[in-house]
Nanobody, 124 residues
Framework: QVHLVESGGGSVHPGGSLRLSCTASGRTVGNSAMGWFRQAPGKERMFVAGISGHGDPEYATDTVKGRFTISRDNAKNTMYLQMNSLKPEDTAVYYC?????????????????WGQGTWVTVSS
């Protein structure tokens, strides 16, 4: 397993932006797929975006594509999620996750390492 720590969450107005970071330690994650999930109060944890070990991104198309951008810096063992044009429905705890395989999965059970989560609140 790898230890993951998220940062960058906070409160913003609708239309604002935030950049989440997820830094890994314990082992290098350069060849591992990583992902961002979010969980709103009373709802299940949902896939937001993922990035393969080769740097190929995937997005939850209906909800975030075109507004969110996932990226990674393997030299820093860090993954990012740039979130623009935020909406109130983006409010949730955002979790980063890593898996041993190099390809992205949209299923939470496929990931074996998780961060503690960071709150993102979008409200006026």
């Amino acid at each position: 397993q790898v230890h993951l720590v998220e940062s960058g969450g906070g409160s913003v107005h609708p239309g604002g932006s935030l950049r989440l970071s997820c830094t890994a330690s314990g082992r290098t994650v350069g060849n591992s797929a990583m992902g961002w999930f979010r969980q709103a109060p009373g709802k299940e944890r949902m896939f937001v975006a993922g990035i393969s070990g080769h740097g190929d991104p995937e997005y939850a198309t209906d909800t975030v594509k075109g507004r969110f951008t996932i990226s990674r810096d393997n030299a820093k063992n860090t993954m990012y999620l740039q979130m623009n044009s935020l909406k109130p429905e983006d409010t949730a705890v955002y979790y980063c996750a890593a898996r041993s395989a190099s390809y992205v999965s949209r299923y939470a059970f496929a990931y074996d390492s998780w961060g503690q989560g960071t709150w993102v609140t979008v409200s006026s």
